[in-house]
């Protein structure tokens, strides 16, 4: 609902003291900074302003000290655009001043800001860069002379108070403004503008094909570090993997994301995309993460299958239980038909491979309880690469046909509550484990090249990451604390020597960008002593998604798709 009139503005303008406020509980400053004293009144110069926020700045250490700003009422008829620098203020205080103009750049780095309040001025318009506001709840506008509201205030999905009264606007219509704020946002955020289109992201080669040595790094140190450096490759054998969390129909909603518009979270606009984003580079495998059981087989299955692929499917383990399971998202893997043949398949429950170990597991009941109640999955499938033989086979026949070559894909879905990185960490060892039991010495896919592909909701500084790239995690590792997990937490290991495929030129800044949080989360790893990675799409640029955060009208998940090219290394 909108603020009401006046009467609601007196609690900022009358009783709240004039002062910054600190982090401790938002104690009093023992002097409170010259500027808010009532002697600037209408000589209150510019100057005046700048000089003592530099002041306050240098004195009171910004970036910890006071969060909220209070210009009002001191006779302001312009405002510095130096303000813009103080990016940890969460409230600013503009209103009763004769304010008439806003530089564009006034809030382009004030990305803290939780409350804005420029009631009470003379404001015709508001300035682009109020799109930055990604925080911002409550906004008072009450008495301007503005018309519109900037169509950007459609991303504003944090806003839970609007105040508007005494504005001759036209746009929104009264009768959407008096709705209220939701619908005032609604109708601002279906109307946003799309933009043009991101470049579109290239491969990018990591072996120079005519020296087959590592490329210089086109995103900073000096050469690519790469493990293919000297290594003896098969011979026109190359696997193209592309992993991509697609976002779950049934979390794509405007309560989720507000800031991205309804028509963009249809599953019949994101759909088409998504198949775009697929095929692009025509990859031999796909892994999909968050695919419902129903999207499986009703979309992806007749879509990809058109196009020559067959696929493989895992629903997390709640399926089993639900009446309606057609909703339950998992994991599905498609493979070229052309290039490949399925030998093996197998289903990974991490609750059942809990359940399994619970007399050791068991002994801290709280920990168990953490692990026993996540329903992740991960979807394991061995590929027969499909080889045309050599005419001299042929001619001699079949006796004399080559061993045939596979390849194992793994694709896994972790937890992603960052207040369960036990859970995480034990979710990554129980597929690891998984792993290491198929392909032990005594079992037919010893020494298999494997991929595994995954959305691991894990950041290059965490365990999982740690325990993937290294191979070991220490006892009491700082992600199992405080709980206790029996010889887990005693350490943890695996035997495969893992890389990261993008790792060889820096983890991309992100993978996943909501208006909560962006960081890496999405990883294709591989066994480095059987393959090489000789391309990666490249990453996608912040700037391109900063303002309109994921998804968008043209990037139609939460999360960006990654790719990798493997070359197989020969045997000794």
């Keep these: 609902m909108m603020a009401s009139p006046a009467r609601e503005y007196g609690r900022f303008w009358n009783a709240r003291p004039r002062v910054l406020s600190l982090n401790s509980r938002f104690q009093k400053l023992e002097e409170e900074p010259q500027f808010f004293d009532e002697k600037y009144g209408e000589n209150f110069s510019m100057a005046d302003l700048e000089v003592d926020l530099s002041k306050v700045k240098n004195e009171n250490n910004a970036s910890r000290g006071w969060f909220e700003l209070d210009l009002s009422s001191v006779g302001l008829r312009s405002l510095s655009i130096e303000i813009r620098n103080y990016s940890h203020l969460t409230c600013l205080y503009l209103n009763n001043n004769k304010i008439e103009y806003l530089p564009e750049e006034i809030f382009s780095n004030l990305v803290s800001l939780c409350s804005l309040d420029l009631s009470y001025n003379l404001l015709t318009r508001l300035p682009h860069s109020i799109i930055t506001l990604m925080q911002i709840q409550k906004l008072y506008l009450t008495e301007n002379q503005l018309t519109e509201l900037p169509i950007q205030m459609g991303r504003f999905y944090r806003l839970k108070d609007l105040s ?73 054998l190359k696997l193209r993997v592309i992993s991509y969390n697609i976002l779950a129909n049934s979390y794509a909603n405007t309560g989720q994301y507000g800031y991205c518009p309804a028509w963009a979270l249809d599953w019949g606009f994101r759909s088409q995309g998504i198949m775009k984003e697929l095929l692009r580079h025509e990859p031999d495998v796909i892994c999909l993460q968050e695919v419902e059981a129903g999207t499986y087989k009703e979309f992806f299955v007749i879509e990809l299958g058109s196009h020559g692929y067959s696929g493989v499917f895992t629903p997390k ?5 639900m009446d309606d399971w057609t909703v339950v998202d998992g994991c599905a893997t498609f493979y070229k038909r052309t290039k490949f043949n399925l030998a093996e398949e197998v289903s990974l429950e991490f609750q059942g491979m809990a359940m399994s170990k619970h007399k050791e597991l068991g002994e801290d009941p709280d920990a168990f309880s953490r692990l026993i109640t996540k329903d ?19 001619s001699k026949g079949p006796k004399y046909a080559p061993k045939p070559k596979h390849i194992l894909i793994a694709n896994t879905h972790i937890h992603w509550n960052p207040e369960f990185r036990d859970v995480k960490l034990l979710q990554v060892q129980f597929l690891l484990e998984q792993l290491s039991t198929m392909t032990s010495p005594k079992s037919k896919w010893n020494r298999i090249p494997m991929v595994i592909c995954g959305d691991f909701n894990s950041m290059p500084d965490s365990g999982p990451y740690e325990l ?5 995690i220490a006892p009491k590792h700082e992600d199992l604390e405080p709980f206790y997990y029996g010889s887990y937490s005693q350490g943890m290991k695996h035997p495969f020597s893992l ?33 090489g990675v000789s391309k990666i799409l490249t990453p996608v640029e912040e700037e391109r998604v900063k303002d309109t955060r994921l998804p968008n009208a043209f990037m139609n998940s939460d999360h960006i798709s990654i790719l990798a090219e493997f070359m197989v290394k020969k045997r000794n």
């Design 468 to 472: 993937l790239s290294t191979g070991k």
């Design 317 to 321: 383990s709640r399926a089993r239980t």
């Design 499 to 531: 890389s990261s495929a993008y790792s060889t030129i820096g983890e991309p800044i992100f993978t996943n960008y909501t208006g909560d949080f962006f960081g890496c989360l999405d990883y294709i790893w591989y066994t480095t002593d059987s393959l």
């Design 376 to 394: 992740n999955i991960a979807s394991i499938a061995v590929l027969q690469i499909k080889e045309d033989p050599p005419l001299s086979v042929v």
């Design 164 to 236: 508007i009264l005494g504005n001759p606007i036209i746009n929104p219509p009264q009768s959407v403004l008096q709705m209220g704020t939701e619908s005032v946002i609604q109708y601002l955020r279906d109307r946003l503008p799309t933009g043009p289109p991101p470049p579109e992201r290239i491969l990018l080669s990591l072996i120079d094909p005519a020296t087959g040595n590592p490329m210089a790094n086109p995103f900073g140190s000096n050469q690519i570090s790469n493990s293919n450096s000297g290594a003896a490759f098969e011979k026109d």
